[in-house]
């Protein structure tokens, strides 16, 4: 029974390692990035359009720091 206990222990600690998204960088605002493409290449590699981490796509259009386009 205590051996059934630490395999789904393990078994849930190893899940939760794969799911939890991985730190791959601070925090970033629109105001990091000196023009949109930058921003938007960013956007795509770290997740976009399905995940915004970083909170990039205000609107959830697809395309993040509209701001920096104009």
């Known amino acids: 029974m205590r051996a059934r206990v630490i395999v789904t222990a393990l078994t849930a600690a190893i899940a939760l390692a794969f799911a939890a998204?991985?730190?791959?960088?601070?925090?970033?605002?629109?105001?990091?990035?000196?023009t949109w493409r930058e921003a938007q290449r960013f956007?795509?590699?770290?997740?976009?359009?399905?995940?915004?981490?970083?909170?990039?796509?205000a609107d959830h259009d697809g395309i993040a720091c509209e701001s920096l386009r104009y």
């Open 43 to 57: 956007y795509k590699r770290h997740g976009g359009p399905q995940r915004d981490p970083h909170r990039l796509d």
């Open 21 to 34: 998204p991985p730190v791959s960088a601070a925090d970033k605002d629109c105001s990091d990035f000196k």
